[in-house]
């Protein structure tokens, strides 16, 4: 059973930058062909893809978010990051990291709720 386990802060104070990491267990990150996602679900909405890296270190982003995210990996530590700049209200929502591949999203993480306010 792979497991992913998100962390990071809470609460953002916005214009500042978010930063989450996603440790992985069971899998690791450079098994082919599997890509490794953040997705969040704001209050009210549906789930939104952020972006992924994929096993052989690649990345993906979506074009809404303009430039903020930047997602990295340390495959020593078998984790993956997400940071996203210039944060406002409108990023608070819940953060997921998951695992995708042939059979879809596969593996999720719990969710950790961030919340940007001042």
């Known amino acids: 059973q792979v497991k992913l386990q998100e962390s990071g802060p809470g609460l953002v104070i916005p214009s500042q930058t978010l930063s989450l990491t996603c440790t992985v267990s069971d899998d690791s990150i450079t098994t082919p062909y599997f890509f490794w996602s953040w997705i969040r679900q704001s209050p009210g909405k549906g789930l939104e893809w952020m972006g992924a890296i994929g096993y052989e270190g690649t990345t993906y982003y979506s074009p809404y978010l303009k430039s903020r995210a930047s997602i990295t990996r340390d495959t020593t530590k078998n984790q993956f990051f997400l940071q996203l700049t210039s944060v406002t209200p409108e990023d608070t929502a819940v953060y997921f990291c998951?695992?995708?591949?042939?059979?879809?999203?596969?593996?999720w993480g719990q969710g950790t709720q961030v919340v940007v306010s001042s």
């Open positions: 998951t695992r995708s591949g042939g059979l879809g999203y596969d593996y």
